[in-house]
C-alpha cells in the first residue's frame, strides 16, 4: 500500500503564476518530509524539506506547507518558471536512519 | 559537493545475461540505496546498505542482489537479466546521521538499462 500519494500525474501552469503540487501521507510516523525535482536523463536533486515540528518552511520561490492532521503536505513555486519544468517527487522518512518513501511523481510544465 | 557517480549512463544487455551496475560516493557516507524508476511508478527501492557487507531488502528485490565490499562503492547485480528490468537505475548515499536536512540522499545521474 501506498504510503506517500502523489494524486496528480501532471500539471501545468502559465509562467509568472502559481504551482502547487500536492502530496498526502498515511503512515503517522513520518517525522521529515523532503522535495525532490528530477528532469530527464539526470539523477533527483533535493529542493526543500520539512521537519514535522513545523508548518511551513521556505526558501526563495519555493514554499513547502505540512498540515498533520490532514497528512498533507504541498510544495508552493512562486513564480514560476520555464526552468521549473521537471518531475517533482515527494518523500518522507521516519525518526532513525530509515529509508525515504517516495511518491510516484507529478510532472509540472511551465508554459512560458 | 558530494558526488555520486554510475558507472554507464546507457547500458543495452541481452536477456539471460549478468548485469552489474556500479555506485560510488565521494563523501564518505554510510547508507547506500538503489532504485528503479519506471513511468507511472515513481522510485522503488531495491536494495540499501547501512554499512560495509551489511544490505536490506527494500520494496522490490526480486531478480537483483548487491554487493558493498568498500564503503565507497555499492553494486547492483542482475543475475539474468530480463525485459522487465529495462529501466532507469539510479543510485544514492546518504550518511548515517546529517547536522543539515534529516535523512537527505544524495542521488547520482541514473543508468538507462535496456534488456533486448
Known amino acids: 500500500d501506498q504510503q506517500v500519494k502523489q494524486n496528480s500525474p501532471s500539471l501545468s501552469v502559465q509562467e509568472g503564476r502559481i504551482s502547487i503540487l500536492n502530496c498526502d501521507y498515511t503512515n503517522s510516523m513520518f517525522d521529515y518530509f523532503l522535495w525532490y525535482k528530477k528532469y530527464p536523463a539526470e539523477g533527483p536533486t533535493f529542493l526543500i524539506s520539512?521537519?514535522?515540528?513545523?508548518d511551513k518552511n521556505e526558501d526563495g520561490r519555493f514554499t513547502v506547507f505540512l498540515n498533520k492532521s490532514a497528512k498533507h503536505l504541498s510544495l508552493h513555486i512562486v513564480p514560476s518558471q520555464p526552468g521549473d519544468s521537471a518531475v517533482y517527487f515527494c518523500a518522507a522518512s521516519e525518526v532513525g536512519n530509515t529509508p525515504l518513501v517516495f511518491g510516484k511523481g507529478t510532472r509540472l510544465s511551465v508554459i512560458a | 559537493d558530494v558526488k555520486v557517480t554510475q558507472s554507464s549512463r546507457y547500458l543495452v544487455k541481452r536477456t539471460g545475461e549478468k548485469v552489474f551496475l556500479e555506485c560510488v560516493q565521494d563523501?564518505?557516507?554510510?547508507?547506500m540505496f538503489w532504485y528503479r524508476q519506471d513511468p507511472g511508478l515513481g522510485l522503488r527501492l531495491i536494495y540499501f546498505s547501512y554499512d560495509v557487507k551489511m544490505k536490506e531488502k527494500g520494496d522490490i528485490p526480486e531478480g537483483y542482489s548487491v554487493s558493498r565490499e568498500k564503503k565507497e562503492r555499492f553494486s547492483l547485480i542482475l543475475e539474468s537479466a530480463s525485459t522487465n528490468q529495462t529501466s532507469m537505475y539510479l543510485c544514492a548515499s546518504s550518511p548515517l546521521m546529517s547536522s543539515g536536512p534529516y535523512n537527505e540522499q544524495f542521488f547520482g545521474p541514473g543508468t538507462r538499462l535496456t534488456v533486448l
Open positions: 520539512i521537519s514535522s515540528i513545523k
Open positions: 563523501m564518505d557516507h554510510e547508507n
